[in-house]
């Protein structure tokens, strides 16, 4: 019914930069948009969303993972059809399979929520 597709992973060196971007087949009803990552042995991690509230927050609002925090930053476009995860001075421990994500209920912190996924695209960061 959802679809949400990836783009933009690849390989870059410590202090490179990425850009992702997730298509998003509805546009209405689905409140938040999330991006996680998952490094081999590790669960999957909360990395950032953006969320919009017609009434309350038509400008959106956006939260990040300590562990990113100043370093990514999340957007959209104008009819949220996309959101880009943008990520700067990348570490490797920032290497993972990165995972857009949307939703519209629980809690935006962690995996349970969000309502539909994307099959996750690699990010390596090489030192």
């Known amino acids: 019914q959802v679809q949400l597709v990836e783009s933009g992973g690849g390989s870059v060196q410590t202090g490179g930069s990425l850009r992702l971007s997730c298509q998003v087949s509805?546009?209405?009803?689905?409140?938040?948009r999330g991006w996680f990552r998952q490094a081999p042995g590790k669960e999957r991690e909360f990395v950032g969303v953006i969320t919009w509230n017609v009434i309350t927050r038509p400008e959106g609002t956006a939260y990040y993972a300590d562990s990113v925090k100043g370093r990514f930053t999340i957007s959209s476009d104008n009819g949220k059809n996309t959101v880009f995860l943008q990520m700067d001075s990348l570490k490797p421990e920032d290497t993972a399979v990165y995972y857009c994500?949307?939703?519209?209920?629980?809690?935006?912190?962690?995996?349970?929520?969000?309502?539909?996924w994307g099959q996750g695209i690699q990010v390596t960061v090489s030192s």
């Open positions: 509805l546009r209405t009803s689905i409140l938040h």
């Open positions: 994500a949307a939703g519209y209920g629980g809690s935006y912190y962690s995996t349970s929520g969000y309502n539909y």
